[in-house]
């Protein structure tokens, strides 16, 4: 479409245009009835003046009408409303604007309803969660919180509310914990119901502000089954034990009583009772393990220095060093760590591995000193790697199922975590870190979201 005489330019100029060739023609006309030139001249203009102002008004009426409308679009995008539209304007020089505005409105709507969609699809999530979630702004004021928190901090209504307000009603342990912003596992009896939670706290950034994300759970039903169970793998494994224990001892003291009775091959007695002798020995050291495994104390932290540590160790079961200790001291009880490390390398030595491809070796991690063991053994299956670690389980024929589970227990006591992975070319890497200074203060961690 040719669009020279739609435009604002083209307009004024038709305008333009006829405003002279109509002035030129009224002078025309009082030249020919024979008034003098410069009495036609002013006459012509003070008649087609009026003309050519009223067509450039309607002309500018018509393109001001079309902006006003583009400003009150643009102030309804920026209160958030996409629902305004404004009429194609192909006559128009503005009506690629107008074009323009349309398509950015039409854009703007779809993402909106897209991101809406997304937040109602989050908020479904997150309110279906059996974890409480709660986010505190700086002034320790709730901001946001899913169903399941309401019935964990017992009140209907926390929108507004302090933490420490929310917190009325529960039982005291917990009230402190969440008070103090304690993760972890927190286990309290209340009204003679032994009761388990667990709480997380991390720091996120949101607007710019920071905010406190609260994550808790009752988790008492789920320990209690897991309780139970145990008791009834360690119950029976050890009626197991005892079983294989007992019979023996008990079919050969009623061998030595017939021979006692009658007289008869008592040159085989003393093998009789050293084997009665040996079985109760091993009976007493199966009871002595589990006993050490209940009786676990708390870590006795202090700083240690960490090559004595490890020639203790190698006296007892020989590994390699590899590269050398990048610090000389760290933060933990020096006879669980010593109690670990043997376990582990003992572990290593009965995998069937070659003694010289048996190494340790010690690197530091930030605020963490990382001790890898690594051996060229039989390895776990990966499918038995996530049960290696659980109480009373045991790859071994004769294995009592407490030496890695009572190493992942003094590591998790030292604020740390114990890994096992299968290695390429065969055999296990088992690794564990422990703190190079005091950390059992400082809590949480942060996120920007």
């Not at 012509?44 to 450039?56: A, D, E, G, V, Y």
């Not at 286990?187 to 406190?212: A, G, I, M, R």
């Not at 870590?299 to 090559?307: E, G, Q, V």
């Amino acid at each position: 479409m040719n669009t020279t005489f739609t435009s604002l330019a083209g307009k004024m100029a038709a305008c333009c245009t006829v405003f002279i060739v109509l002035a030129v023609s009224i002078q025309a006309v009082f030249v020919f009835i024979g008034a003098p030139i410069l009495v036609a001249l002013p006459l012509s203009l003070l008649i087609t003046l009026p003309f050519m102002f009223f067509c450039c008004e309607f002309i500018f009426q018509q393109h001001k009408m079309i902006i006003d409308t583009l400003t009150n679009g643009l102030k309804s995008l920026y209160d958030n409303d996409f629902s305004i539209r404004i009429t194609e304007q192909t006559h128009s020089e503005l009506g690629a604007a107008v074009h323009m505005y349309n398509k950015l409105t039409t854009q703007l709507k779809k993402q909106r309803q897209t991101l809406n969609q997304r937040e109602i699809l989050l908020d479904s999530i997150v309110q279906a969660s059996p974890m409480g979630i709660v986010l505190v702004d700086p002034y320790k004021h709730i901001v946001y919180f899913n169903n399941e928190s309401t019935q964990l901090l017992q009140s209907t209504q926390l929108d507004g509310m302090t933490l420490h307000q929310c917190c009325e009603k529960l039982p005291p342990q917990l009230q402190k914990s969440i008070i103090q912003a304690l993760s972890g596992l927190i286990s309290f009896e209340h009204n003679d119901v032994k009761q388990s939670y667990y709480l997380s706290f991390k720091t996120v950034t949101f607007n710019h502000q920071p905010h406190q994300l609260m994550i808790i759970k009752n988790v008492s039903v789920e320990l209690g089954q897991e309780e139970l169970h145990m008791w009834k793998d360690a119950i029976r494994l050890i009626s197991h034990e005892l079983n294989n224990s007992l019979a023996p001892i008990s079919s050969l003291t009623s061998s030595a009583q017939n021979m006692l009775k009658n007289d008869k091959h008592l040159d085989l007695l003393p093998d009789i009772l050293q084997t009665v002798d040996q079985r109760a020995q091993n009976l007493s050291e199966f009871i002595a393990q589990y006993a050490r495994f209940a009786r676990l104390p708390k870590p006795n932290f202090d700083y240690h220095a960490i090559k004595p540590l490890l020639d203790q160790v190698n006296a007892l079961y020989s590994f390699k060093l590899l590269d050398s200790l990048p610090i000389e001291q760290a933060y933990f009880d020096s006879t669980q760590i010593e109690q670990v490390l043997i376990n582990i390398l003992k572990n290593a030595h009965q995998s069937g591995s070659d003694p010289e491809q048996i190494a340790v070796k010690v690197v530091k991690d930030y605020n963490r000193l990382r001790v890898a063991v690594v051996d060229r053994g039989s390895g776990i299956s990966n499918g038995n790697l996530h049960q290696a670690l659980l109480p009373f389980y045991s790859t071994k024929p004769d294995g009592s199922g407490i030496g890695l589970s009572l190493c992942n227990d003094i590591i998790h006591a030292h604020q740390g975590q114990l890994k096992l992975k299968n290695r390429m070319q065969g055999g296990l890497m088992v690794e564990f870190d422990i703190p190079l200074r005091d950390t059992r203060h400082h809590q949480g961690s942060s996120d920007t979201i």
